[in-house]
Structures are given as C-alpha cells and as structure tokens.
C-alpha cells in the first residue's frame, strides 16, 4: 500500500463547476500538506500548503486537512478551463534535526475542465 | 525574481553513460531537493541538499548521487544509465526545506 493514495482521474467538469480533489495518506506523522499544479511538459507549481488539520482558502480553491480520517481535499470553485491540469498532493514531516523529511507525493489527478 | 533553472532541458544517453544534470534555485534559498517524474511511479524523492549538505535521502540506488555548492547551485548525476532511468528529473526549491518550494521545469532524460 502507498503512503499517499491519489486517483489518477481523468476527471472532466464542466466550466463553472465545483471540483473535488482527494487524497487518503496512511503515514499519521505527516504534518505538512500541499497541493501543486502541473501543466503538460511544466515543472509543478505550488498552489497551497497547510500545516496540520483545518481549513485554508485562497480565491477560488480551499484546502481541507481531515488528520483523524487521514483525508485531505483541495476545492477547486467556478472551475475555469485553464484549470485543466494535473493536480499533485504531497506530504511532508519535520524535524528539528532534519529539517523536513522527504516530501511524499500523490500520483496525481488529471482535470478537465470543458468549456 | 528568477525561478528555478534547470539546464539542460533535455538529454539522450545512451544505456551505461552517465550524466550531470544542473540546479540553480531561486536566489536565497538554501534548500534545494530532486526528483523523478515517470508515469507510472509519480514524483519519486532522491535527495535532499541544504547549505552543501544531503540532509534526506530517498530509496534510489548509489548510482544516483548529488552535491551542493556553496552558491546553493546543485548538481545531480547518474552513473551507469538503465533504460529505466528515463523520466523526468526535477529540482525544487526552497528556504528551509520542505512545505513551501518551488520547482523548475525539469530535465527529460531518455535512455537508449
């Protein structure tokens, strides 16, 4: 079993649509949980990252970190086109003596968002 | 303020060369961590550098190793190349390591 479950998707909405990113993690030490974008042939882009469970928001997407249920979610709002991408979860621990640990990625999930 | 650089953007070797693939991070930053990108494992974790030292390493074999330099710039090289090492190489950056980086738009090295 990986550390960090992702569903590869596709996913397709239409524009204007909410979308809902998931990702299950099985590692309770995980502290430290981001959500990147990566476009075909581009490096990935960090879009959020939030330290622990709750809720952080930032224009039109919202992260959710459920550490009890070991679940986070990114909430994508009035989805665009340009939204099309591959959605990356990842997840980290930190140490005093080592800085953070090795970041453990999803496999990403593949949008679409149709005009 | 510059992103990252990765240099070059693409490469061909062939099986049982090897090859040194460049990171310059953002300027400031300290930390800088690769990884590979292949369909069907996803973004694997190599290594960690921080101030010229490997602070994390992931599960890869010792044929994959790296070096910071005292500039934050950072090296990564791959001795004896399998087929199986084709994939895209990523360098991430950030101040301290972790949570908040950013990466580069990658290396696309093919084996053959």
């Known amino acids: 079993q990986k550390e960090v479950e992702q569903d590869p998707g596709p996913l397709s909405v239409p524009e204007g649509a909410i979308v809902s990113l998931n990702c299950t993690y099985s590692n309770s030490a995980f502290q430290y949980f981001m959500w990147y974008r990566q476009y075909s042939r581009k490096g990935p882009e960090l879009l959020m990252y939030t330290y622990s469970s709750g809720n952080k928001e930032d224009g039109r997407f919202t992260a959710q970190v459920d550490k009890s249920s070991k679940y986070i979610s990114l909430f994508i709002r009035d989805s665009q086109p340009s939204d099309s991408a591959t959605y990356l979860c990842?997840?980290?621990?930190?140490?005093?003596?080592?800085?953070?640990?090795?970041?453990?990625f999803g496999t990403g999930t593949k949008l679409q968002v149709i005009p | 303020k510059a992103g990252v650089t990765q240099t070059p953007r693409y490469l061909i070797k062939t099986r049982g060369q090897q090859v040194t693939l460049s990171c310059s991070p953002i300027s400031g930053h300290r930390s800088v961590s690769w990884y590979q990108q292949t369909p069907g494992q996803g973004l694997q974790f190599l290594f960690e550098y921080f101030s010229e030292t490997q602070r994390n390493k992931g599960n890869f074999p010792g044929r994959f190793s790296g070096r910071q330099f005292s500039n934050s710039r950072s090296e990564m090289n791959v001795s004896t190349l399998e087929l199986g090492d084709s994939a895209l190489y990523l360098c991430?950056?950030?101040?301290?390591?972790?949570?908040?980086?950013?990466f580069g738009q990658g290396t696309r090295l093919t084996v053959v």
């Open positions: 990842a997840m980290s621990v930190h140490t005093d003596s080592g800085g953070y640990q090795k970041v453990t």
């Open positions: 991430a950056s950030s101040s301290q390591g972790g949570a908040e980086a950013f």
